[in-house]
């Protein structure tokens, strides 16, 4: 059982992806989805994503790494369930190439 939800970029509000459940029934690389809905998101949108443990596991990695603030549970069924929240993190120092 999976349940993804996607951003519509022109409201930052999010409904359910059947492209994005396409993606998972053929276990496709996570990493460019995470990638994308990060690229697509704005600060302050939000992803839930409801899915075995391990793959929220996932997920909920690959989003910290991009300063995502997450919160996850695991419902009776042992079935994960992430809650992500986009931050306005920019890195503090820039580095010149000189």
Do not use: R, V
């Given at each position: 059982m999976r349940s993804f939800l996607?951003?519509?970029?022109?409201?930052?509000?999010?409904?359910?992806?059947?492209y994005l459940a396409f993606i998972w029934v053929f276990r496709c690389s996570i990493v460019p989805v995470v990638a994308e809905i990060d690229r697509i998101a704005r600060p302050g949108g939000k992803l839930i994503v409801r899915d075995e443990p391990a793959v929220t596991k996932e997920i909920e990695s690959l989003l910290k790494s991009l300063h995502w603030a997450v919160n996850s549970t695991f419902s009776d069924e042992n079935i994960g369930i992430l809650v992500a929240e986009k931050s306005y993190w920019r890195p503090q120092k820039f580095s010149s190439s000189s």
């Open positions: 996607l951003p519509d970029p022109g409201t930052n509000i999010w409904s359910g992806s059947e």
